[in-house]
């Protein structure tokens, strides 16, 4: 009796860790297609990696191009932050961009493409809230 109650609890956990990640993966979607970014930057500084990130950096960039000139979503996850001609990206596993190194952005497709590597990247939402506070605090007032 209490093996098989053990048993469905462990069944109830995994089926409720389904149902988050499933939810939370329609509620990015729905995210990036009300964002809709499409940008062209070049990489200002070498990517901000924090020890506590989870391989996630910050990059900063001097946009280019962009169909949104400002964008600032701080008050919940976020990815992006946009001011006119600057923007800091918050992107996984990107260590090897450099500075000067240009990319393409589309939200979209959830994309980000070095030219200068010829490599992409794919955008994911960061929800380490340890790193979301540390870009808050670091590059929120930018």
């Keep these: 009796m209490k093996s098989n109650l053990i048993v469905f609890f462990v069944i109830a956990c995994v089926m409720l860790i389904i149902f988050k990640t499933r939810t939370d993966r329609k509620d990015d979607e729905e995210y990036f297609k009300k964002i809709d970014l499409k940008m062209d930057a070049v990489v200002n500084e070498n990517p901000d990696c924090p020890s506590a990130s989870n391989g ?82 670091k590059y929120g007032n930018n």
Excluded at 77 to 103: E, S, V
Excluded at 107 to 128: A, D, E, G, H, W
């Design 56 to 137: 996630f950096c910050v990059l900063s960039l001097k946009v280019l191009t962009s169909n949104i000139q400002y964008y600032n979503e701080k008050d919940s996850n976020f990815f992006i932050l946009i001011n006119n001609d600057y923007a800091y990206l918050l992107l996984l596993g990107c260590r090897d961009i450099n500075k000067g190194d240009t990319l393409k952005i589309d939200v979209m497709k959830k994309n980000v493409y070095c030219l200068n590597k010829r490599k992409s990247f794919q955008i994911i939402m960061p929800t380490n809230d340890h790193f979301l506070s540390y870009v808050k605090n």
